[in-house]
Structures are given as structure tokens and as C-alpha cells.
């Protein structure tokens, strides 16, 4: 895949993770980093809701971009 296209994968699953909290009324969005993957899970009327699984590389493009989004350390 090339840099063009990784980039707009990860602003589409971005972009997907932020509305789909709100649909959802997510109170807060928790990314879990694991060995091979990264789970996206939402806090929903209380309860940690597991609502996708990434594949490392495109987990850790996600949280880049979030970081970046919220002016947070690089």
C-alpha cells in the first residue's frame, strides 16, 4: 500500500472511530495496544464495549493521528 492511500485509511478509520462514538453516546474511546492488534472499545452508559480490532499498523496510524489531532505529544 502506498503512503497516499495508508494515509487516507487512516483518516477514514479515524474519522469513522469519532462518529460512531458519538452515535453511540460514548462517554470516552479507550485504545488498547497489544502484540499483534489494538482494540478500539467505547464506555457506553458505563460499560467498556469492545467496538473494533485493528491490525497493529493501522492502530498505531490511528493514535498518531489522534495525538496529532489533539495537539498531544509526538
Known sequence: MDNQN?????EQKTN??????????ASSIHLH???EEGQLRY???GVLKTADIY???VFQ???LRLKAMGNLCL
Open 33 to 35: 495496544p497489544e502484540a
Open 6 to 10: 495508508e494515509q487516507e485509511l487512516t
Open 55 to 57: 491490525p497493529k499498523d
Open 43 to 45: 464506555r457506553i452508559d
Open 61 to 63: 496510524d490511528v493514535v
Open 16 to 25: 469513522e472511530l469519532m462518529a460512531n462514538a458519538y452515535r453511540q453516546r
